[in-house]
């Protein structure tokens, strides 16, 4: 089978969120189980200098956007035997950064047609187009409006995937028609309609063959209306055609035993993972003791990630005998909170208010818990990487967190992390104060934790044969 990624970031070549992570690693594991999977992604200006160098021509050709006519180009890599596509046109995409801009629009607008138009010319015909985010949603409406009555695309089928249904991509109506020249029925409240406006990513959902979200806990919260962000009775309508994956992570990129940012690589031995924790104390000018429970948060710093919660109550935590490593960027507000605490007890808190790759996967290897208190999370990655580098995971039981972190019962010695359901700073506290109890009075119940966590798979193998059945049963259809 031959499948198209479509999306607008992936790791290494650009990122902003998690997005980039399973479009840089689903894709080597379903080759791995016999697929053809390339990827088609915009050219950004930023994309690192040593992969351009590497970029071959593909084609070129003139793409209309509405009256516009432009210019793109398709510049193909391979790496690690995944074919990425680069849509080429420097108005567009030669810019800093990779969203913000008044014409986004017209920019993915311009993207999604130029991914149709560009598959004939490069000779790659998909069984499905798996068009992921707001960003790549209308493929789908233009597939069937457009392009479906033509030989070439009539058996190819689309799959849409929600990583973020807060993020919709919603502009005036007008504009819409303009960029897609699509008739008015498409812009009542049954189709693209969305707030008055018209939505990509609503195309999307409506007019894909089948939807994925990246959990199976998200796949049910988005269809009520606290979660659903005005989708939800869309999402019930079409709940036969969603199912939920949970996200994996690259096994190789995450792994303890032989990353090379670590001071000691290590497996599942305690000892070695200590010494990457002295070494983290002396590099953040916290004070050097291995007994001292470390709590990292490596996020971005916006109110979806549970902060204030924090806010609540960050002076009971730190009253706790902990040390508290804050990793990330984001609203102001958040970012001034953890600089103010880290200079009135800077030796219970460091906060390192940019974002470094390395120092992530430090944070990663030498904490003794991982703070993950979401108000909503689709899925998270970062408790998946806390528990393959045996850091205790502290989330709410929300979206992929309730999905992939078993709450811990001393009785019977079952759970991988802590977790709390109500979004409530005192019950988030409670949980805290409760993983650090065990941390510091029971060994044997900390020893069991790091033991169940060894029984956690969250590498891509499992979740990508469900993507694969899915192509199937949409190839038979």
């Given at each position: 089978?031959?499948?198209?990624?479509?999306?607008?970031?992936?790791?290494?070549?650009?990122?902003?969120?998690?997005?980039?992570?399973?479009?840089?690693?689903?894709?080597?594991?379903?080759?791995?189980?016999?697929?053809?999977?390339?990827?088609?992604?915009p050219?950004?200006?930023?994309?690192?200098?040593?992969?351009?160098?590497?970029?071959?021509?593909?084609?070129?050709?003139?793409?209309?956007?509405?009256?516009?006519?432009?210019?793109?180009?398709?510049?193909?890599?391979?790496?690690?035997?995944?074919?990425?596509?680069?849509?080429?046109?420097?108005?567009?995409?030669?810019?800093?950064?990779?969203?913000?801009?008044?014409?986004?629009?017209?920019?993915?607008?311009?993207?999604?047609?130029?991914v149709?138009?560009?598959?004939?010319?490069?000779d790659?015909?998909?069984?499905?187009?798996?068009?992921?985010?707001?960003?790549?949603?209308?493929i789908?409406?233009?597939?069937?409006?457009?392009?479906?009555?033509?030989?070439?695309?009539?058996?190819?089928?689309?799959?849409?995937?929600?990583?973020?249904?807060?993020?919709?991509?919603?502009?005036?109506?007008?504009?819409?028609?303009?960029?897609?020249?699509?008739?008015?029925?498409?812009?009542?409240?049954?189709?693209?309609?969305?707030h008055?406006?018209?939505?990509?990513l609503?195309?999307?959902?409506?007019?894909?063959?089948?939807?994925?979200?990246?959990?199976q806990?998200?796949?049910?919260?988005?269809?009520?209306?606290?979660?659903?962000?005005?989708?939800?009775?869309?999402?019930?309508?079409?709940?036969?055609?969603?199912?939920?994956?949970?996200?994996?992570?690259?096994?190789?990129?995450f792994?303890?035993?032989?990353?090379?940012?670590?001071?000691?690589?290590?497996?599942?031995?305690?000892?070695?993972?200590?010494?990457?924790?002295?070494?983290?104390?002396?590099?953040?000018?916290?004070?050097?003791?291995?007994?001292?429970?470390?709590?990292?948060?490596?996020?971005?710093?916006?109110?979806?990630?549970?902060?204030?919660?924090?806010?609540?109550?960050?002076s009971?935590?730190?009253?706790?005998?902990?040390?508290?490593?804050?990793?990330?960027?984001?609203?102001?507000?958040?970012?001034q909170?953890?600089?103010?605490?880290?200079?009135?007890?800077?030796?219970?808190?460091?906060?390192?208010?940019?974002?470094?790759?390395?120092?992530?996967?430090?944070?990663?290897?030498?904490?003794?818990?991982?703070?993950?208190?979401?108000?909503?999370?689709?899925?998270?990655?970062?408790?998946?990487?806390?528990?393959?580098?045996?850091?205790?995971?502290?989330?709410?039981?929300?979206?992929?967190?309730?999905?992939?972190?078993?709450?811990?019962?001393?009785?019977?010695?079952?759970?991988?992390?802590?977790?709390?359901?109500?979004?409530?700073?005192?019950?988030?506290?409670?949980?805290?104060?409760?993983?650090?109890?065990?941390?510091?009075?029971?060994?044997?119940?900390?020893?069991?934790?790091?033991?169940?966590?060894?029984?956690?798979?969250?590498?891509?193998?499992?979740?990508?044969?469900?993507?694969?059945?899915?192509?199937k049963?949409?190839?038979?259809?």
């Amino acid at each position: 089978m031959k499948i198209l990624f479509a999306a607008s970031e992936a790791v290494p070549f650009a990122k902003t969120g998690g997005l980039a992570d399973v479009i840089g690693s689903l894709p080597k594991e379903l080759i791995r189980q016999g697929l053809d999977v390339r990827v088609i992604m915009p050219k950004y200006g930023s994309i690192p200098a040593k992969y351009k160098e590497q970029m071959e021509a593909a084609v070129v050709f003139d793409v209309y956007v509405g009256w516009r006519k432009q210019y793109i180009g398709v510049e193909m890599l391979e790496l690690d035997g995944v074919t990425f596509y680069f849509v080429d046109n420097e108005y567009y995409f030669n810019r800093p950064g990779l969203y913000g801009y008044e014409d986004e629009a017209e920019r993915f607008a311009f993207f999604c047609r130029g991914v149709i138009e560009a598959l004939p010319k490069l000779d790659f015909q998909p069984d499905v187009i798996h068009c992921h985010d707001w960003q790549a949603g209308m493929i789908p409406v233009l597939l069937k409006a457009h392009y479906q009555h033509l030989d070439f695309f009539s058996q190819i089928k689309t799959m849409t995937t929600v990583h973020n249904l807060k993020y919709q991509g919603v502009f005036g109506q007008d504009l819409m028609r303009d960029l897609f020249g699509l008739s008015g029925d498409h812009f009542t409240g049954t189709a693209l309609e969305l707030h008055g406006g018209a939505s990509f990513l609503k195309g999307g959902l409506l007019y894909a063959d089948r939807i994925t979200t990246v959990s199976q806990t998200y796949a049910e919260e988005i269809q009520t209306p606290y979660y659903g962000e005005f989708m939800d009775s869309l999402l019930r309508h079409r709940k036969d055609q969603l199912t939920g994956i949970v996200n994996g992570i690259d096994y190789e990129i995450f792994n303890p035993m032989n990353d090379p940012h670590l001071v000691v690589q290590y497996r599942d031995s305690l000892s070695k993972k200590q010494q990457n924790k002295l070494a983290l104390q002396e590099r953040l000018g916290l004070p050097v003791n291995g007994d001292v429970p470390m709590i990292a948060l490596v996020t971005r710093l916006v109110q979806q990630k549970g902060l204030d919660l924090i806010q609540h109550v960050l002076s009971e935590i730190l009253s706790l005998n902990i040390q508290l490593v804050v990793l990330g960027t984001g609203d102001d507000h958040y970012e001034q909170m953890f600089r103010h605490a880290a200079q009135m007890v800077p030796d219970k808190v460091s906060a390192q208010i940019y974002f470094d790759e390395a120092l992530a996967h430090q944070i990663y290897a030498a904490s003794d818990m991982f703070l993950m208190p979401s108000q909503f999370e689709p899925c998270g990655i970062g408790q998946l990487i806390a528990l393959r580098y045996r850091t205790v995971p502290i989330v709410r039981e929300t979206g992929g967190l309730k999905d992939t972190v078993q709450p811990y019962n001393e009785f019977i010695g079952e759970g991988t992390g802590f977790t709390f359901s109500n979004y409530n700073a005192h019950d988030m506290l409670h949980t805290i104060r409760r993983a650090v109890f065990f941390y510091a009075n029971d060994r044997d119940a900390w020893q069991k934790l790091i033991q169940n966590m060894k029984k956690c798979d969250f590498s891509w193998k499992k979740s990508a044969q469900q993507y694969v059945q899915l192509y199937k049963d949409m190839k038979r259809k």
